[in-house]
RNA sequence: CGGAGUAUAGCGCAGUUGGUAGCGCGCUUGGUUUGGGACCAAGAGGUCACAGGUUCAAGCCCUGUUACUCCGACCA
């Protein structure tokens, strides 16, 4: 490709909404065109990157026994409806009506459409297992879109679903996804992990994210510093660290007075004692079924030190919380906050403890009184017995900073990172839901089982650019470049043109992608660009090379330059195709 | 949806006490250049986000709206 027929519009400076490198670089190097807030446009080289990825991604599907197709990006409200989705989407989900007045929405995720397939295409076990997935544009309302492509309200998504007649079967393709999604982010050269997650509103099981390593990612990862221990941090466990040590040795509650000490720390430092002697409680209501809307109250309480995993929670009451309005509150307690507990209440609701305040005893919490709180808690005495059915141990917490690993004891690292994959154990949810049966091979009718798996494709292109890149510019990886090579003219001079052109063209017959830096522009400018949009390689033309017979071989991430002669162009070509590999 | 910020040429920015719109880069034309964002000359480009108000006079002051960005909640 010629540059000077092409289409990169770079920028010299970083348009001043771009925060993230990876942004600012997509913008300035002429890869993507933003249209609005989470809305962008992949201008030809953008495209052509893109395209890269998606072609190492249908590779590995391809070569896992994964099948493609394309399914409508228009959804009808009926599917999302049989699913029981729509309520769960809520406002994230794009949606209208058609002239007809039949709902419609934007395609945000596609279990109903493939499970419909299945349901209306699959009737017998010996069609199963089958693994169908597709690229395509995937839309959601995001709450907040941000970071460019990293999260935008339209984006690109390989997303795979399987069928299967047993947990055996759904368990193969699983790990072959698993195996193959190794691969495809090995294959693009990404630092990645991958961890066992929640499973979010897809609803399932078993599941695993595959976190890119980054600073800037939304996500955090808990890595043990010593063992193989790694997890997403809503998942994560740890060690519970005792408490600190305590010389007090009161045998039955008493209350004291606290004047305005309505805080955790205020309260531990009043009372010279310490968080990790406290009761922290939270008050929260979650909905008694799925969608019911009937909110009922739930304490839950940790241990002064750490924090309430609201995932956790969810998993654990598979139903929506939220904080307890100050009604319902109201309801439950007589005394402001900074003062509750669930001692010696009149009615009390369901109480879930962390498992931070097993065995913990001499602790304080509040009195339910303003101004007072209980010293000398017992958990099991004072908390456990007398709430009798309504009590229960569960890991409902945050894992802490510095935390120990729960296998090993050492120490547990929190690691940003960005979630490129994501695949599901999906189980039976959606093909109950569409009753969808085959015959086994005893003629009786079952209901398959569910895996589905997803790669936010432009988001991985974005993570490769936020980890390959220097002060200059891009510097992409061979297997993602638009263009493996670029071809500098240097000076206007006919031999100039005429060496580069007979380059250009063995390149071409090499099969050698190469974009030439045809344009009337001065050197700098040239090599500025060809730096900003990151072509591993360059080969320079210029008189004072020519006078020698020679080329210039620069190498865009080491800054490396070979000198290599022209004469011999089979060992140039032999060198590039090494250097590409 | 809560909180914070920004909005002036394609991009980055300045604009004093309210007095008729500027800079750098980019762009166009002509010329000279060609190893790391060249030089000279001449140009083009603006509803100062939008609406209303105050004023003899508003980019600037006041009110409202919108868009964008950031923090939080949410989320493959």
Not at 113 to 137: C, D, G, H, M
Not at 288 to 297: G, I, R, Y
Request: a positive charge; one cysteine or more; aromatic letters at 8%.
């Amino acid at each position: 490709m010629k540059y000077s027929k092409y289409f990169i519009p770079t920028q010299r400076n970083s348009p001043q909404e771009a925060l993230l490198n990876s942004h600012k670089l997509m913008l300035r190097a002429g890869l993507i065109h933003k249209v609005s807030s989470g809305l962008y446009g992949y201008l030809p080289y953008g495209l052509l990157a893109l395209r890269n990825v998606e072609a190492i991604i249908r590779q590995q599907m391809n070569k896992a026994g994964a099948i493609e197709t394309i399914m409508p990006l228009l959804v009808p409200a009926e599917l999302l409806q049989r699913s029981g989705r729509e309520k769960v989407f809520k406002r994230e989900l794009f949606r209208f009506l058609d002239r007809n007045d039949a709902g419609l929405a934007l395609s945000a995720t596609n279990e109903e459409t493939f499970t419909q397939l299945i349901e209306k295409q699959i009737s017998s076990y010996k069609q199963l297992p089958v693994n169908l997935y597709q690229i395509a544009t995937k839309f959601r309302d995001e709450i907040r879109p941000r970071y460019g492509v990293m999260r935008s309200k339209e984006f690109i998504m390989k997303d795979a679903y399987s069928f299967h007649v047993d947990a055996e079967s759904l368990h193969e393709t699983y790990m072959a996804m698993r195996q193959a999604y190794i691969n495809i982010f090995t294959r693009l050269g990404l630092d990645f992990v991958h961890v066992a997650a929640s499973s979010g509103a897809m609803g399932g099981q078993d599941s695993e994210e595959f976190i890119v390593k980054s600073p800037v990612g939304e996500e955090t990862l808990v890595l043990c510093s010593a063992c193989s221990y790694k997890a997403n941090l809503e998942k994560a466990i740890q060690q519970i660290s005792p408490p600190k040590a305590t010389t007090s040795s009161l045998a039955k509650l008493e209350k004291v007075h606290t004047p305005h000490q309505d805080t955790i720390s205020k309260v531990a430092a009043f009372l010279h004692s310490h968080s990790t002697r406290s009761i922290k409680t939270l008050v929260y209501e979650y909905e008694k079924t799925a969608d019911s809307n009937v909110w009922l109250p739930l304490i839950l309480i940790l241990r002064g030190d750490f924090k309430l995993n609201e995932t956790k929670l969810e998993a654990l009451l598979a139903s929506n919380i939220r904080l307890a309005s100050p009604e319902s509150l109201e309801a439950v307690f007589h005394c402001p906050k900074g003062y509750l507990s669930p001692i010696n209440l009149e009615k009390p609701p369901r109480v879930i403890a962390d498992i931070s305040l097993k065995n913990l005893s001499q602790a304080c919490a509040g009195a339910n009184e303003k101004d007072y709180h209980f010293i000398g808690v017992d958990m099991q005495r004072d908390i456990a017995l007398p709430l009798g059915d309504l009590f229960s141990f569960h890991d409902i917490s945050l894992v802490q900073e510095n935390a120990a690993c729960s296998n090993c004891s050492e120490k547990l690292l929190q690691v940003k990172g960005i979630e490129v994959g994501h695949i599901f154990k999906l189980g039976k949810k959606y093909s109950r839901a569409f009753q969808l049966s085959v015959q086994n091979q005893q003629g009786k009718k079952i209901t398959p089982t569910m895996g589905c798996y997803g790669i936010g494709v432009n988001r991985s292109l974005a993570a490769i650019i936020e980890s390959n890149n220097d002060q200059h510019g891009i510097i992409f990886p061979p297997q993602i470049a638009p263009f493996k090579t670029a071809l500098i003219s240097i000076g206007t001079q006919p031999e100039i043109l005429q060496q580069s052109s007979a380059l250009y063209d063995r390149l071409g017959q090499e099969n050698i992608s190469c974009l030439w830096d045809d344009r009337l522009e001065s050197p700098g400018v040239k090599f500025k660009d060809i730096d900003l949009i990151g072509i591993p390689l360059s080969l320079i033309i210029s008189s004072r090379l020519l006078a020698t017979q020679q080329c210039e071989l620069k190498i865009r991430r080491t800054g490396e330059r070979l000198t290599l002669p022209l004469n011999n162009i089979s060992a140039l070509l032999a060198k590039l195709h090494a250097m590409l590999s």
